[in-house]
């Protein structure tokens, strides 16, 4: 079974604070992707890598960066968090398809506090 | 208008209950997947289908291209199928990243 794991599934951090939300994947994907949840919204897309060391900007990647440098870890960072960050945050991964799509995978999410 | 529309937002049945949920999108698609969300907050793919019909024990999802809308079908429905159903598509056709529905909240009571 695929397996995509996420660090931690309850985080509490200070306003100002860096944050480290770290993503895990056994499945040799090549994607993986950063989403925050949040109510009336849905689920939107952070940031996006489709290899080692690339990345994408998603919808919302303001306050946020990311970091791809082994494939099997994606690593989502608030430079300095603020309280708006407060959110559900989910990881996925998905293998590299070249004109279908495939399956996405995801994580047990990480829910974010910062106070 | 939202890429992709679910409804209903919110759905309560009792237990055995024949339970439909339906998706609307309005960009070109090559796939779409639903999802589900327990409490707790992980997602679980439960289906990737591109046309027809799949089933999964007493799960059934539908699609028609044509008419952009897919819907997921819950057969003898139990308290554990509880949970918010998710329908996302490609935002561009053949693309990884997806669009997301705002989800249906399911709640069968026993």
């Known amino acids: 079974d695929v397996k995509v794991t996420q660090s931690s599934r309850y985080l509490v951090k200070r306003t100002g604070e860096k944050v480290f939300l770290e993503c895990v994947q056994d499945?040799?994907?090549?994607?993986m992707f950063w989403y925050r949840q949040d109510p009336g919204l849905g689920l939107r897309l952070i940031y996006f890598?489709?290899?080692?060391?690339?990345?994408e900007k998603g919808d919302i990647p303001e306050g946020y960066s990311v970091s791809r440098e082994k494939k099997e870890r994606f690593s989502l960072i608030l430079e300095s968090a603020s309280t708006n960050q407060t959110s559900m945050y989910l990881c996925?991964?998905?293998?590299?398809?070249?004109?279908?799509?495939?399956?996405?995978?995801f994580g047990q999410g990480t829910r974010l506090t910062v106070v | 208008k939202n890429e992709v529309e679910q409804s209903p937002q919110n759905l309560t049945a009792q237990e055995g209950e024949f339970i439909t949920i339906n998706c609307s999108y309005s960009?070109?698609?090559?796939?779409l997947h639903w999802l589900q969300q327990h409490p707790g907050g992980g997602i679980v793919s439960l289906f990737m289908?591109?046309?027809g019909k799949k089933k999964h024990g007493r799960l059934i999802a539908t699609i028609n291209i044509q008419e952009k809308h897919s819907s997921l079908h819950i057969t003898a429905s139990h308290p554990r199928d509880s949970a918010v159903y998710i329908c996302?598509?490609?935002?561009?056709?053949?693309?990884?990243?997806?669009?997301f529905g705002q989800g249906t909240r399911l709640t069968i009571n026993p």
């Open positions: 996925a991964s998905s293998e590299q398809g070249r004109r279908m799509n495939t399956e996405a995978f």
């Open positions: 499945m040799d994907h090549e994607n």
């Open positions: 890598s489709y290899d080692v060391k690339m990345k």
């Open positions: 960009v070109g698609i090559s796939a």
């Open positions: 289908l591109s046309s």
């Open positions: 996302a598509v490609p935002r561009v056709q053949g693309a990884q990243k997806l669009v």
